[in-house]
């Protein structure tokens, strides 16, 4: 009987050994995890820092560079201001021709509304005479 006493002891003192380690090594992963999330917020944040300063460098090294080709080459300054002076032609142009567009969609719109109204006008009064021509012949 002391011996089924001992190892039930035993079990009960391992199981309870087994439950506070399970504890302490879970309360650990909790832990590192939290660590890792705030670490993973910085490297990422951290990550995009570097592109945007990246990006800036970027582009004030192209810049430097261009304006050294155009210093070499002045038909690229020349070629660029006709470019967007073209650019600006065209997008005038667009622009105007969409507002010349829009409104003959506009005016064709008001056109055809009148003339649906005008022939369901038309139509109303055909079918009125008809059915009053109808009524009168029906009374004589």
């Known amino acids: 009987m002391d011996l089924i ?3 039930a002891y035993a079990g009960l ?3 309870s050994e087994t439950n506070e380690k399970l504890k302490e090594k879970f309360e650990a992963l909790v832990e590192s995890g939290k660590k890792a999330d705030s670490e993973g917020k910085n490297i990422v944040g951290d990550f995009f820092k570097t592109v945007d300063s990246t990006k800036e460098d970027f582009e004030a090294e192209f810049n430097k560079n261009k304006e050294k080709l155009e210093e070499k080459f002045p038909i690229i300054k020349e070629l660029e201001e006709k470019f967007n002076k073209t650019k600006e032609d065209v997008t005038s142009k667009f622009n105007e021709t969409k507002a010349e567009v829009t409104e003959k ?5 008001e056109d055809f509304t009148n003339k649906v109204k ?3 006008e038309d139509f109303t009064k055909k079918v009125d005479n008809l059915t009053s021509n109808k009524e009168a012949n029906a009374a004589e």
């Open 5 to 7: 006493k001992t190892l």
């Open 13 to 15: 003192g391992l199981a």
């Open 105 to 109: 969609a506009k005016s064709a719109k």
């Open 118 to 120: 005008e022939a369901k």
